[in-house]
């Protein structure tokens, strides 16, 4: 999990764009005559955003009034939204792939409106407000939104991301000999109280932990082939060093907080697993 830069361009051209792309005119006719007060949602929204207080944003009448037109504006496969997200994809120091970052797990297949597009459908194609992530995410999101839950979801434009440790697998072995892997939030490390409150949130709503374990069954097993197959040639120590290794530095790329490289460093660490092999 790591922490994206936003969208580059002129978010309002984005708008102007996506009206233009409608063939219906008495439709692109509405969705211009009220561009004034989408503008000015927007500069809102900017402002929000630069300060971090989205969470205090306000739905605006145009979005209540012409709720329905806004909201033909975004198609997830139409060009320009693919355009969105290919620019977002671009402004990377380091291209994550096409990995959900909301939770690292799954493959990006659809965009999540931080403001929900149900209540504030005049923010359904502003850049700012899209952010690349699966649709497990998305789905799990919704849900969360339309219960009400407390708390907030991170957002990986704005809510920086600590350098410290705060995800921890846990090794044990089961009756039948073999090793599984869970993970736990815990903040052992002084991580500022407010932000990891919103790390713990995210967690929890996105059922992180138990999705993390299900997907650890294919690094678990990668771990135990590395080693089986390179010890004919190397000395058992030197294999795990080289994995901790390697771990340490897609870390670097992929987040201090990435499961499956954390992962990779306890189990090779575990004396039982090792043994075990």
Known sequence: MVNLNFYPGDIFQ???TAVSKKREAALRQRLVNIAPQVRACYNNYQHHFNANTLPTVVADAVGVMHRVDLMSLYLYKSHIIRTIKNDIRDAQVHLISDTC???TINSVNSMDHILPISAFPEFGVLPLN???CCSECNSKKNNYVAGGGPGRFLNLYLDQLPNEQYLFPVITQEADGTYVASFTVDNRNNI???????IQNHYSALDLCHRMRLASVDTVTNVMNQIRIRRANLPVPTILQEIIDVAHENIVH?????FKHLLEI???????FVASI
Request: hydrophobic fraction near 35%.
């Open 192 to 198: 500022d109280p407010n932000l990891f409150q919103i």
């Open 130 to 132: 899209l952010f690349p």
């Open 101 to 103: 970052q909301n939770c």
């Open 266 to 272: 306890s189990l090779v660490q575990d004396a039982g």
């Open 14 to 16: 984005v708008y102007e």
């Open 254 to 258: 992929l987040g201090r907080n990435h």
